[in-house]
């Protein structure tokens, strides 16, 4: 059967549109991730987060009632540095090797001695960003600032608000702290409730190209298809933006000063 020229032209013009169209719907990217399965894109990305020297990790969700705000700068082996916020009450999070520090307002200390200052040893706090913290209501109230005081039974709450809490690996809250600090172990607290995932398009994320897994309660996850397999952004199943930025920069970490340094352990009336 004989085909005519302008057939053919015709054919190849439609067979350029389709692919033109397809293309336009979203790309393979170079990275390979967006042609695996919804596990292994999520695997993929949590493995280059731990992977990675640094990562900071902004953003709001909520959790139950609370609305909570992470701004933490993620050390790879080292530590991290910044801040949970828990509805008003803001708590400055240090970790540097196996030392965490934390740091809050008075409200924040006062709920501290209120709680240890019995000398009983706390319960462990169950998982979740508000355990973080002792519960309270914030009052916004200052105190002003006294001199640290070094020894049991006189640390008060006006002293101690202008000093760190050292937490160490033996503190039954220890962990709750540090998991915040840990770059896989955060990345599953995100991630946790968003259930199944199926693939949802592309999008740009701060103009990087990124593959759109949807999951339930209008959760989304976002992960780079070009160059390295970074995850980009969450919104988590109880709504919020959670945003992974400046991988690879470089972050400085310090100690506070030892006077300024208060460990949970000493804490008495």
Known sequence: MRTS???VVRTSTLAIAVVAVLAGCG???KNGVATKGTGAIVATAEDAVVAANSVHVQGQFTSGTEHVALDLRLVKDKGATGTV????EVI???RIG???YVKGDQQFYRSVVARFGDGASPSAPTSGARSAAPSATPSGASASPKSAASTPGDITVSAMQVNYLHIGPSDPQYQTFASLTDPRQLVKQIMQGVGSLDKDGQKDIRGTKSIVLSGSKDSRVYVAIDGSPWLLRV????????DFLDYDTPVTLAPPPATQVVDIAKIAK
Do not use: A, F, H, K
């Not at 919104?235 to 959670?242: E, N």
């Open 5 to 7: 020229r302008g057939t």
């Open 235 to 242: 919104l988590p199943p109880g709504g919020g933006t959670l």
């Open 98 to 100: 196996p030392d965490v």
């Open 85 to 88: 916020t828990i509805d008003n």
């Open 92 to 94: 400055e999070l240090l």
């Open 27 to 29: 790309s393979t990217g």
